[in-house]
Each structure stands twice: as structure tokens, then as C-alpha cells.
T-cell receptor, first 113, second 113 residues
Framework: QQQVKQSPQSLIVQKGGIPIINCAYE??????FPWYQQFPGKGPALLIA?????SEKKEGRFTISFNKSAKQFSLHIMDSQPGDSATYFC????????????FGQGTILTVHP | EPEVTQTPSHQVTQMGQEVILRCVPI?????FYWYRQILGQKVEFLVS????????KSEIFDDQFSVERPDGSNFTLKIRSTKLEDSAMYFC???????????FGQGTRLTVV
């Protein structure tokens, strides 16, 4: 019940495409859902995060869509660029578990020029 | 921009030896965390630390592991008797508050031989 399931494992798009990465969770106590971007040899870096009181959040080219009833959330990257090629992790956290992020398996995104 | 720094970047140790991984969190942050990532797998929570004590720990964080904040700036993870399966990338993270975004360091790659 603590798991966060992420798909797909890998994704290849052309420059300008809109990759979509999906995550699903079971634990309804989760109330914070961040997405992290990780480049090889680096630590995860926070991209964007959402709380369940909104259905969508947009920051620059990155958008999170959140479906509370389906317990799913997704990351959309608009106008993707080769520099977006990285591993993306969704995560979830309960408000009472300070800092205990449960991560998805990760999606390796490749954006071809 | 403030960042979490970790040393060393790579540590090779013999099985059964003790290792100490070091981290300097962002200076005004109050919550500190260790995560690990086995090669090719997801990032896993190990422990959270606040007010000089462990707030939460995962089942991975057994008696072989300990954390300490020996002074006002460093945060350490000690593995008392390393096993081959402890080989992983270890990430330190910190946040201003328990529910605020966590910032990750670049990681220490631990290789147990």
C-alpha cells in the first residue's frame, strides 16, 4: 500500500513532442506529490509538486495533472528539448511522515533532436 | 544557490568495514534525510532526522546504520559493518520544514568489495 507505481520505464520522443509519465498510488493518506528530475551522476532535483486540493499545476513547460478519485497523477513536458533527457521520478509523501518520500521506479526519457 | 554537499563522491570499502558518509545540509534547513539508490533502481528512503533525533526510519535502516549531527553543519550516516548489498548511491537531503520540498545532494557512491 506504500508503493507508487510509475510508467513507462522508458520513453523516447522527438524534440517538440509532449512526453507523458504516469504514476498511481494506493495510500490515500499521501497528500504531497512531487516530481524529481535526475541526470546521470547527480541527485534528484525537484521539478514540480502538487497537493490533492488542485487537479492541475503548471510551471513553465512542466504540468502535473492529478486525479484524486483515480489515485493517479501524471507529468507532461510541453515542447520537449534534448536537454530534458533524464530520469524522472514521481514520489508521494504523507503529511505526518516528514520527508519520507516514496518514489516510483523512474522513467528514462530520451528526447531526440 | 545553496546546495546540499556530500563527501566523498565515491567510497570503496571492504566487506565488514565501517564507513561514514558525510553531508552538509543547506544552512537554514531543519530536517535531514538519507536515501539510497541501488544501481538502476528507485530511490529508497532510509531515515529522517529532526531536532537531534530520528523522526522516522525504514525497514532498511537496521542496527548496522546510524546517523548523527556531530556539529551545527554536518550530518553523517554510519554503516557499522558493510555488506556487499550495501553498495549503492547514498543521497543526503534536507528541507526547511517536514512538509517542505527536500533538496538532494549529488550523492556518494558506495562500493563494497
Amino acid at each position: 500500500q506504500q508503493q507508487v507505481k510509475q510508467s513507462p520505464q522508458s520513453l523516447i520522443v522527438q524534440k517538440g513532442g509532449i512526453p507523458i509519465i504516469n504514476c498511481a498510488y494506493e495510500n490515500t493518506a499521501f497528500d504531497y506529490f512531487p516530481w524529481y528530475q535526475q541526470f546521470p551522476g547527480k541527485g534528484p532535483a525537484l521539478l514540480i509538486a502538487i497537493r490533492p486540493d488542485v487537479s492541475e499545476k503548471k510551471e513553465g513547460r512542466f504540468t502535473i495533472s492529478f486525479n484524486k478519485s483515480a489515485k493517479q497523477f501524471s507529468l507532461h513536458i510541453m515542447d520537449s528539448q534534448p536537454g530534458d533527457s533524464a530520469t524522472y521520478f514521481c514520489a508521494a509523501m504523507r503529511g505526518t511522515s516528514y520527508g519520507k518520500l516514496t518514489f516510483g521506479q523512474g522513467t528514462i526519457l530520451t528526447v531526440h533532436p | 544557490e545553496p546546495e546540499v554537499t556530500q563527501t566523498p563522491s565515491h567510497q570503496v570499502t571492504q566487506m565488514g568495514q565501517e564507513v561514514i558518509l558525510r553531508c552538509v545540509p543547506i544552512s537554514n534547513h531543519l530536517y535531514f534525510y538519507w536515501y539510497r539508490q541501488i544501481l538502476g533502481q528507485k530511490v529508497e528512503f532510509l531515515v529522517s532526522f529532526y531536532n537531534n533525533e530520528i523522526s522516522e526510519k525504514s525497514e532498511i535502516f537496521d542496527d548496522q546504520f546510524s546517523v548523527e549531527r556531530p556539529d551545527g553543519s554536518n550530518f553523517t550516516l554510519k554503516i557499522r559493518s558493510t555488506k556487499l548489498e550495501d553498495s549503492a548511491m547514498y543521497f543526503c537531503a534536507s528541507s526547511r520544514a517536514g512538509t517542505a520540498e527536500a533538496f538532494f545532494g549529488q550523492g556518494t557512491r558506495l562500493t563494497v568489495v
